[in-house]
């Protein structure tokens, strides 16, 4: 039996500002520190012992990734950073506020895209490209993502990297994004798109999933 563990980094600048942020470099203010060591603090009672920790090339996410590991004290362990397991790109919204969206897009449409699993949001006329994207071929990057696109980026990752140590009974901790784990939890859950609207996803509150020798979900709680 192996065990992953999945965590929403703590709220970032943006989060507090109430910014669409997809692939936008923001920090965790002063309560996301707080929550990234609450986190931590309830993983290392549950007294967990990782095989590696996974996050994605955002700050946000490394951030929470780094002080979790220091507060379990596993800082020792192997961290692996993927643009895969990014948030969500919100292509044009991204840094726009969101009454600011709603007030130029509409707030049904804004619900929308935020909500529906299908709904792409305006698109960016060109990719984010810097350096942490060298290695990843242009035409990988988006340049907006519904929660579906999403979801398939995300997924390869999970089987390419995660559910092979998962079946060596590895545990793992994922440190990610808020749509990011809503488009997991939704693979795992198997439910359909339009219950994803109703899967909600706090900062820094760890999720924990057992998983029997063929990935079967046997087991799923809130630390």
Known sequence: MSKLILIRHGESTSN??????GWNDV???????AQAISAGQKIK???IQFSEIHTSVLARAIQTAN??????????????????LNERHYGALKGINKDRAREIYGAN?????RRN?????????NPDFDRRYQNVPKDSLPLGESLATSLTRVLVYYEDIIAPKLRTNQDLLLVAHG????????????????????????????IVYEFDH?????????L
């Open 16 to 21: 507090r500002d109430n910014i669409f942020t």
């Open 27 to 33: 920090l965790l203010t002063e309560k996301g520190i």
């Open 45 to 47: 009672n549950s007294q």
């Open 67 to 84: 002080i979790i590991a220091d507060t379990i004290d596993q800082s020792y362990l192997p961290l692996y950073k993927s643009w895969r």
């Open 109 to 113: 449409q804004v619900a929308l895209w």
């Open 117 to 125: 699993f299908a709904a792409t949001p305006p698109l960016l006329t």
């Open 179 to 206: 749509s990011t784990i809503r488009v997991l939890i939704k693979n795992f859950d198997q439910i359909s798109g339009s219950e994803l609207d109703g899967v909600k996803v706090a900062n820094g509150s760890p």
């Open 214 to 222: 063929a990935l079967n979900v046997t087991k799923k709680f809130s």
